[in-house]
């Protein structure tokens, strides 16, 4: 996926186990925050979420890329909320 980042700290890129390592964290953050923000807010995990969200503005600096993350998870994990796409004359869902 592009905009997401996959340098280490150093600034250089670690070696892939699956060669879309950074776009599988992205995505399982995105799938974890919207699980942790799903739950009652007495129940929620805050620090948790919080700090997840800041591993996800790391990994993914592009935020419509990371909106679209974070939609497509909410869809997933509840069925509703998918957002409609507008390609020219045609629309997809």
């Given amino acids: 996926m592009k905009g997401v980042n996959a340098t280490n ?4 890129q670690p070696p892939s186990v699956t060669g879309r390592d950074g776009y599988l964290l992205a995505q399982a953050f ?3 925050i919207t699980a942790i923000e799903l739950r009652p807010k007495r129940w929620q995990e ?3 979420k919080e700090g997840m969200k800041l591993l996800l ?15 497509g998870a909410k869809f997933h994990l509840t069925g509703t909320d998918h957002p ?3 390609v020219g004359d045609a629309t997809a869902v």
């Fill in 9 to 12: 700290r150093h600034g250089s």
């Fill in 30 to 32: 995105a799938y974890a």
């Fill in 46 to 48: 805050w620090s948790n």
């Fill in 57 to 71: 503005d790391h990994l993914v600096p592009n935020p419509y890329a990371k909106e679209h993350l974070l939609e």
């Fill in 84 to 86: 409609t796409i507008v």
